[in-house]
Each structure stands twice: as C-alpha cells, then as structure tokens.
C-alpha cells in the first residue's frame, strides 16, 4: 500500500492534478470559462399569420412563429435576460421569385417581426439575417446557373438598409458573396445607419449540418446543386482565416463560425488572430442530432447541452446562436452548469 503510493509520488515528482479537482468549491475556484445567459443568441424562425406556433419536424422542440408569437418570445426571452434574438423567415412559397424581389419588400415578414419586436421588447437585440435564399427559387439570383456574386451583393445591400430602417440592431449576412461586408457597410452609412452593426457569417462552410434549417424555411426543395461554389470547403481551416480578414478590413463588427461543433479549430485560429468578437452558430443539424439522442434517452439533456455550449466557449466563442437558448437561460437562471 505504502509503497505504491510511493511508486507514483516518485513518478508525477509529487505533482497530481486529481488535487485541485478534489471538490466542488476548487473545481469552481479553477474552473477557466463560464457559460452565462449573455453569451446565448436565440435563433427564431418567422411565418405568415398570426397566433402560429408551428413545429418544425427536423427540430423537435423548434416552432415557426407568427409575428405576434414572435414577439411573445421576445418578451420571455428578455425575461430570461437572453441579449439578442436572430430572426429566420419561412417566406411564402408565391412570395419567391427567381430573383428575391420580396427581400426588397420594406414591409416584408423580416421586418414586419423586426419592427413589431423592438415596439415590444426595445431591450432586446434582433440580429437579421441578410440572404436571398428564403426569398428565391435558389440562393441568390442565377445566371447561367451561377449565383451572380455583384447582383446579389447589390440586392442584399438594398435588403439591408431596409432591415435596419426596420429596426435591426445587426445585420448578419449569410451569403458568403465576395465584397458584402464592404458594400453593405457603405449602404448602412449612406442611409444613416452607421450605429447598425454587420456580425458577419465569415467563416460559413459548405456542411451538411444545416438541412433541418433547410426544412425550416422550406428551401430544402428548392436549391439547386450545393453551394460549394461560394461557402468554404470544410477541409480548408487556413482559407476561412483569409476569408475572415477579408470581413475585418471590409469592416465587420464580429465575425461568425458557422457550423459551431465541428470547427471549434477555426474559432479559436479566428478569435487567436483577430481582435473582433466572434460568434459560433451551434446550427440546426447541431441541434437535431443532439434532440435526437436526448428523445431517445441516449444523452442527458441539460448536461449534454450545457457541455456543447461551454465548449463553444472554451474554443473562443464570444457569443452563440444556439437554438437551446431559451432552455439554457432557464437552467442557467436555476443554478450553475
Ligand atoms: C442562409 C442561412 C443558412 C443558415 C443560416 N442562414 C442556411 C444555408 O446557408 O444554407 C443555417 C442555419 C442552421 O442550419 O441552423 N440564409
């Protein structure tokens, strides 16, 4: 007995890590990053009508809203003291075109929810997405097959300006065309919207992981081909670095990970190299495949979900679009992951 307690005193050199581990008050003495409610950003799917709370098949547990729903959730998640929502429309299907001249629409359902949730809720950040893919047939506007980078530039700069005449705190563009943060920056400014932020999707891989989103929005029909032509191969680590300093310069406020999990190298190279917040988007096909094996009784669900979350922290994530946002507060307002 003795003597093996000496055999490993001599071989750790009296050095054991299992000591500052050995109770719940050091473990939280030592305990390097910390999950709180003003990391969470709490993504939100929108839809035509009122007093609809939809579910979405793909995401167990996650609903369409009508706008006034929308706003409900707004208020709980103020209450819950969550920073800032983000805000995905389900646009009606004879409301896309080839060419997505509804997110040119001032009064579109994007900015209907915008508008009617700061009226409520003033406190709250609405980040919106700016993309033309809930609006078309595919992505952006086609030609010859090809989404054309300085169109949809044009016309996501355009749908810009209106999300914040409408009130967005944020916009977040997700549609990884060349020169966006740039041109979208001169747009905000020139319509006097230089206090309206860009978290810029900087780093958005071409992944499998968003096809529950896909569901959401029901576009999941409508793309055509994949968009490897202008998201980043998930191969590539040192390309998303390049892609992201091309965002900084062009004047991103933040800089986005996207998916979260699989690239937790890329947010910490991304947060390593560049002085701006970053976010990480736990994204849909995160969440599913988490819900999944919760559902089944596979995983624990507030200790798997927490851990995911602080992960993200610990990787370098600043901030996370999680759509366990609303749960997490909860459990985090009850007590310490
Ligand atoms: C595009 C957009 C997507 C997501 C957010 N914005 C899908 C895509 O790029 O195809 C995915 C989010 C998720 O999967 O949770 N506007």
């Known amino acids: 007995m003795t003597d093996k307690t000496h055999l490993v005193d001599e071989i750790t050199g009296h050095r054991r890590m299992r000591r500052n581990r050995k109770a719940d008050w050091s473990r939280r003495l030592i305990q390097e990053n910390r999950l709180t409610v003003d990391d969470l950003i709490w993504p939100i799917f929108l839809a035509e009508g009122s007093g609809l709370v939809e579910p979405i098949p793909a995401m167990p547990g996650v609903n369409r809203l009508s706008v006034d729903q929308a706003v409900e959730a707004a208020k709980r998640a103020a209450d819950l003291g969550i920073p800032a929502l983000a805000t995905f429309p389900n646009v009606d299907l004879g409301l896309r075109d080839d060419t997505g001249s509804e997110a040119l629409n001032a009064n579109n359902l994007i900015n209907q929810a915008t508008a009617a949730i700061k009226k409520a809720v003033p406190n709250i950040g609405v980040i919106t997405d700016v993309a033309l893919d809930p609006f078309t047939s ?131 190279r991304v947060k390593d190299r560049f002085g701006v917040p970053v976010a990480a988007y736990q994204v849909s096909g995160e969440y599913a495949m988490l819900r999944a094996a919760i559902d089944n009784g596979w995983l624990d669900e507030r200790k798997v979900i927490l851990e995911s979350l602080l992960c993200l922290r610990r990787a370098g994530a600043d901030m996370i679009l999680t759509y366990f946002a609303k749960q997490a507060a909860q459990w985090l307002a009850e007590g310490p992951a």
Do not use: C, W
């Open 138 to 268: 595919h992505d952006g506007i086609l030609r010859d097959g090809i989404i054309a980078n300085d169109e949809t530039v044009e016309a996501i700069s355009r749908a810009a300006v209106m999300q914040a005449d409408a009130g967005a705190d944020i916009i977040a563009p997700s549609d990884m065309m060349d020169g966006r943060i740039g041109a979208i920056r001169q747009a905000l400014d020139a319509a006097g919207h230089q206090d309206v932020g860009i978290m810029s999707y900087a780093t958005k891989f071409a992944s499998s992981h968003y096809g529950p989103y896909r569901e959401a929005i029901s576009t999941s029909g409508l793309l055509k081909g994949d968009k490897k032509t202008y998201y980043i191969d998930p191969a590539n680590g040192t390309e998303a670095l390049r892609e992201a300093a091309l965002d900084v310069e062009e004047g991103a406020d933040m800089l986005m990970v996207k998916p979260g999990l699989p690239y937790l190298d890329v947010i910490r």
